[in-house]
């Protein structure tokens, strides 16, 4: 071997030696991606929950950017695109998107087989009735970040518009993460305003949580507090942050305080509530969409024993008790309650897999059900209740379990009829933006 053919072979060695730990890498990595979706897809598990992304793979150049930006490693790269491996685990705020330097990735609500009803807004938040906003989870954005985001955002829409001739400027309507928001910016923009709340609390979907639920949160910018830091939180510790912010800024809230009608009036509106009448020129709406629960439509579910949230989970120390849903407000429940003495707890859920729930959540599950503390009924519905007893359909058979409780956790129906009143218009999502 001469001497030319050695050095060549010295230089080229090192790089053949990175070119077999990179191709051996990528495939190990692209074998985990691939083994993660098709477990995804046996268990069903491939419906996202809300916003999420589509990637189009003609622009995709697999630069694995919105892998990386993704905290929630739901996205994966597959034979050099990237897709969602793992719907359960995405909670639709978009980090993927931002991150994308081909703008491969569009933000979706909805998908083919399931569809989401969304109010329509444009993107100052102002519905299709020029005056009336929407921010928050009403709009189809349930995360915390995303909502205040949007609550302040919608506040500095309405800061913008003429105040014309009315005793305010603007009426919110609900106090959740986006409500809340929205009222530090109308302070900030010096509005009159007024915050009304049907509760005996603020916080919204957050307050109704059981008790001791971590809450996913992120940094995010409040209006006359600043930025905030916050990771993996407690219910209470964050409702008791916001109860500081109130203290801090004065903030004033009218619990118990329903909004009824909303009517035009003038170049503005006349909000009617279950305390007052406001003349506005602008109404916020950040109410939730599960004010009105779904409910199972039964016989025996007008009795006290059945609720639609679960608040303390010790009440129910000692009782046979039988939670319905497949989410993770139902799993959470479930798990919840079977950690009390002396409990029997079902789940019972009509599909054949819980595919819009955490990974943690079903690990949780699968532990407590290996070790007898839940009995879960999948493909089960409930067909009626009675005062010590509830009997199911479970695939096709009947079952009669003993109970003394009923949570149903299965979500809550968007006020489409109020909405529809006022003028608002409503689409239903399949897949689309």
């Not at 980090?95 to 807004?121: M, N, W, Y």
């Not at 008791?240 to 203290?247: A, D, I, S």
Request: glycine letters at 10%; a positive charge; hydrophobic letters at 40%.
């Amino acid at each position: 071997m001469n001497s030319s053919l050695l050095h060549a072979l010295l230089y080229l060695l090192p790089l053949a030696v990175v070119l077999y730990v990179y191709i051996r890498r990528h495939r190990r990595r692209e074998g985990h991606y691939t083994a993660r979706l098709a477990e995804a897809r046996e268990a069903g598990l491939t419906e996202p929950a809300t916003l999420h992304p589509v990637i189009d793979p003609n622009r995709c150049l697999n630069s694995r950017a919105c892998v990386m930006a993704c905290p929630e490693h739901a996205l994966g790269v597959i034979r050099g695109k990237a897709q969602l491996v793992d719907a359960s685990k995405c909670i639709g705020h978009g980090a993927c998107k931002v991150a994308c330097p081909h703008d491969a990735i569009t933000l979706v609500f909805g998908s083919e087989k399931r569809g989401v009803d969304i109010p329509q807004v444009n993107p100052d938040f102002e519905t299709n009735v020029p005056g009336i906003f929407i921010a928050g989870e009403l709009g189809g954005m349930g995360l915390i970040r995303k909502a205040i985001e949007q609550g302040r955002q919608a506040m500095d829409s309405i800061g913008k518009r003429k105040r014309g001739r009315h005793d305010l400027d603007v009426v919110i309507v609900g106090t959740g993460p986006a409500g809340l928001a929205a009222a530090l910016a109308a302070m900030q923009h010096k509005l009159k305003f007024v915050a009304v709340e049907q509760e005996d609390s603020f916080g919204g979907t957050v307050y109704h949580y059981p008790r001791n639920k971590i809450v996913m949160t992120a940094p995010m910018q409040l209006p006359l507090i600043g930025k905030v830091k916050m990771g993996e939180i407690s219910k209470e510790s964050l409702l008791e942050f916001w109860q500081g912010v109130l203290k801090k800024t004065g903030l004033k809230i009218n619990f118990f305080e329903r909004m009824e009608t909303i009517t035009p009036s003038g170049d503005g509106f006349l909000v009617k509530t279950s305390r007052a009448s406001y003349k506005t020129r602008s109404v916020l709406l950040a109410i939730g969409r599960r004010g009105t629960p779904r409910k199972l439509g039964v016989p025996g579910e007008e009795q006290a024993k059945v609720v639609y949230r679960l608040i303390d989970p010790e009440q129910y120390r000692g009782q046979h008790v039988l939670v319905v849903g497949g989410g993770d407000s139902a799993l959470e429940a479930a798990l919840a309650i079977a950690e009390q003495s002396g409990t029997s707890v079902a789940l019972s859920y009509r599909s054949e897999a819980f595919g819009r729930v955490k990974p943690k959540n079903r690990e949780r599950l699968a532990a407590a059900e290996q070790a007898g503390r839940v009995k879960v009924l999948l493909k089960s519905t409930v067909k009626s209740i009675g005062a010590k007893n509830v009997v199911l359909d479970h695939d096709g058979k009947p079952v009669e379990l003993r109970n003394d409780g009923i949570i149903v956790c299965a979500g809550g129906i968007l006020p489409t009829p109020f909405l529809k009143e006022i003028g608002i218009m409503v689409e239903t999502k399949y897949g689309t933006a």
